[in-house]
């Protein structure tokens, strides 16, 4: 679903922007992300370009830093409108429902069991 949103979000962007997003990713956009090599994005299409931000990144942080990108291209609208698609695509943190009783706990465990002996064939043979 990342993959798609971006490549909706790129898709979106004429060519010079389309451009200078490219720019912006061989560039230090967030702290411990590296940039992705020009060589990677020159002649890269929208595709090419996603696939490498996930491949690069993960799609969490390839989303983190197309919103920080877009922030940084003036492109509020877009980012805004991204964070927002991947706000509601994204699955809820789980949280038990409000109206469900509180989970049992556990079964005291039980002493471990004694191995079974292997017949004589199967064992290993140590110290021969």
Do not use: H
């Amino acid at each position: 679903m990342v993959d798609v949103l971006l490549l909706r979000t790129l898709e979106d962007l004429g060519k010079e922007d389309y451009e200078k997003f490219k720019w912006f990713l061989n560039q230090e956009n967030l702290a411990g992300v590296e940039p992705i090599a020009w060589s990677k994005l020159q002649y890269a299409s929208r595709i090419e370009t996603v696939s490498q931000m996930t491949r690069s990144y993960g799609k969490e942080t390839a989303m983190k830093v197309a919103v920080e990108i877009l922030k940084k291209m003036k492109n509020m609208y877009a980012a805004e409108e991204l964070t927002k698609k991947y706000a509601a695509a994204s699955p809820p943190a789980s949280s038990p429902p409000a109206s469900s009783p509180p989970a049992a706990s556990p079964p005291a465990a039980s002493p471990p069991a004694a191995s079974p002996q292997l017949p004589t064939r199967f064992r290993l043979r140590t110290g021969v």
